[in-house]
T-cell receptor
Framework: DSGVTQTPKHLITATGQRVTLRCSPRSGDLSVYWYQQSLDQGLQFLIQYYNGEERAKGNILERFSAQQFPDLHSELNLSSLELGDSALYFC?????????????FGSGTRLTVV | QQQVKQSPQSLIVQKGGISIINCAYENTAFDYFPWYQQFPGKGPALLIAIRPDVSEKKEGRFTISFNKSAKQFSLHIMDSQPGDSATYFCAAPSGGYNKLIFGAGTRLAVHP
């Protein structure tokens, strides 16, 4: 157990639907990062939150949004789902102190859009 | 956008052999170079990392070699074992705020 908890582990939904993925960071970590990993693809950075505020944005689609709550858990919302959104979605957390880049990843949510 | 280019895409090594995976980066401001290991169905896990003030770091059978002038760093797995079969990602921080960008990954298969 890495200490980063992602739920649900698996999600199957239809095109056009909306889903919410949840991430609880490791205790003490203030930053949460979301990554998308498509089949046989690398890890694409989506978005970062630090202590409730958006810090950095990657190639995140407008149909996707995220937030980090006061208890530091984060949610990634995916709407108007398309077949191409099927992927593994990973959350990672870090203490995010200067020079400390250590990430801890969760086990991911496998999203299948049918 | 700054990139990290990783090669090869896949690698097959016999048990006991040496696995070598390479990464090239663009941004000379990068100051931390980690390698992550990912097993099927799991999230990536930090394997080993190096800062550019050293040219090599070794942890057990895993070694990172860093060439600052060539802007390259590589992962060497000595005495490769079937249990090392996984996907390996290099990464580097980009754009501040400790955001990591990852290479495309190398799928390593170690045959007994």
């Amino acid at each position: 157990d890495s200490g980063v908890t992602q739920t649900p582990k698996h999600l199957i939904t239809a095109t056009g639907q909306r889903v919410t993925l949840r991430c609880s960071p490791r205790s003490g970590d203030l930053s949460v990062y979301w990554y998308q990993q498509s089949l046989d693809q690398g890890l694409q950075f989506l978005i970062q939150y630090y202590n409730g505020e958006e810090r950095a944005k990657g190639n995140i689609l407008e149909r996707f949004s995220a937030q980090q709550f006061p208890d530091l858990h984060s949610e990634l919302n995916l709407s108007s789902l398309e077949l191409g959104d099927s992927a593994l979605y990973f959350c990672a957390s870090s203490v995010d102190r200067a020079g400390n880049y250590g990430y801890t990843f969760g086990s991911g949510t496998r999203l299948t859009v049918v | 956008q700054q990139q990290v280019k990783q090669s090869p895409q896949s690698l097959i090594v016999q048990k006991g052999g040496i696995s070598i995976i390479n990464c090239a980066y663009e941004n000379t401001a990068f100051d931390y170079f980690p390698w992550y290991q990912q097993f099927p169905g799991k999230g990536p896990a930090l394997l080993i990392a190096i800062r550019p003030d050293v040219s090599e770091k070794k942890e057990g059978r895993f070694t990172i070699s860093f060439n600052k002038s060539a802007k390259q760093f590589s992962l060497h797995i000595m005495d490769s074992q079937p249990g090392d079969s996984a996907t390996y990602f290099c990464a580097a921080p980009s754009g501040g705020y400790n955001k990591l960008i990852f290479g495309a990954g190398t799928r390593l298969a170690v045959h007994p």
